[in-house]
């Protein structure tokens, strides 16, 4: 079972939905949870962290937590043409684990 | 701009040849941290410190693999030897310590290596 998983994608959404992205992790003790987006040959950029069980909210973003089911999820309001990247899931426990991401296509 | 930097963003080598990155974290970080992604991964942790201190270290990580930040500022990381298998991306990401956002990483924009 690997550290962090998340469906590799495709997904596709059209202008204005919702995008949701989801993470499961294993390991328990995790404290720290984020999201980073990454476009086609860039490196990683932080847009969301979260820390304690709910919701936590950041202009068009959502980040929600649940500990008890070792879920993270990443919702996008209002999604954008340029929403479409990589999004990876990253926990911070005993070591630093990112999942492999899932692609995102927002069709304008 | 006071982002993390990385230098070279490219380097091709023969397989056998010694290769080195440095990485320049954001000026106030205390923590450094060193990745490798290959495409369709996701970053895979190798190291980090805490200022000069190598605190931990992938046991993924073979002995041709050797990072150093002596100052506790910039950090390189040494492939020697290298392999095809480590064509990738390395990344470099740095974070604050004791501002109450742990381990909240900010990345370079990474150094390809291409082992041919």
């Known amino acids: 079972q690997k550290e962090v998983e998340q469906n590799s994608g495709p997904l596709s959404v059209p202008e204005g939905a919702i995008a949701s992205l989801n993470c499961t992790y294993s390991d328990r003790v995790s404290q720290s949870f984020f999201w980073y987006r990454q476009y086609s040959g860039k490196s990683p950029e932080l847009i969301m962290s979260?820390?304690?069980?709910g919701d936590k909210e950041d202009g068009r973003f959502t980040a929600q937590l649940n500990k008890a089911s070792q879920y993270v999820s990443l919702l996008i309001r209002d999604s954008q043409p340029s929403d479409s990247a990589t999004y990876l899931c990253?926990?911070?426990?005993?070591?630093?684990?990112f999942g492999t991401g899932t692609s995102l296509t927002v069709i304008p | 701009d006071t982002g993390v930097s990385q230098d070279p963003r490219h380097k091709i080598t023969k397989r056998g040849q010694n290769v080195t990155f440095r990485c320049d974290p954001i000026s106030e970080h205390n923590r450094l941290y060193w990745y490798r992604q290959t495409l369709g991964q996701g970053p895979e942790f190798l190291t980090y410190?805490?200022?000069?201190?190598?605190?931990?270290k992938s046991r993924l990580l073979s002995d041709r693999f050797s990072a150093e930040r002596p100052k506790g500022s910039f950090s390189t990381l040494e492939i020697q030897r290298t392999e095809q298998g480590d064509s990738a991306m390395y990344l470099c990401?740095?974070?604050?310590?004791?501002?109450?956002?742990?381990?909240?990483?900010?990345f370079g924009p990474g150094t390809r290596l291409t082992v041919l």
């Open positions: 990401a740095s974070s604050p310590l004791g501002s109450g956002r742990y381990n909240e990483q900010f």
């Open positions: 979260i820390y304690s069980n």
């Open positions: 990253a926990v911070s426990g005993n070591q630093f684990y």
């Open positions: 410190f805490q200022n000069e201190a190598q605190l931990e």
